[in-house]
């Protein structure tokens, strides 16, 4: 049996890193899955995208009006 491997979490580049009031993203062991979650809940429910609906979230998000 094989043991899972440590996801690698990256903060936002738009974080100021003093905080965690951010969203993180990691790449899944399984190909072609990225992952999204929150950063204050490291164990709370995470996004599983593919890179495609990745990109069209994040500028959907960056599109939005603020």
């Given at each position: 049996?094989?043991?899972?491997?440590?996801?690698?979490?990256?903060?936002?580049?738009?974080?100021?890193?003093?905080?965690?009031?951010?969203?993180?993203?990691a790449?899944?062991?399984?190909p072609?899955?990225?992952?999204l979650r929150d950063?204050?809940v490291?164990?709370?429910p995470?996004?599983r995208?593919s890179?495609?609906?990745?990109?069209?979230?994040?500028?959907?998000?960056?599109?939005a009006?603020?």
């Amino acid at each position: 049996m094989s043991t899972p491997r440590q996801l690698t979490w990256r903060k936002s580049s738009y974080s100021d890193g003093g905080d965690n009031n951010c969203v993180e993203v990691a790449v899944s062991a399984v190909p072609g899955v990225l992952l999204l979650r929150d950063s204050k809940v490291p164990a709370g429910p995470v996004l599983r995208f593919s890179p495609r609906a990745f990109t069209a979230f994040t500028r959907a998000r960056r599109d939005a009006p603020a």
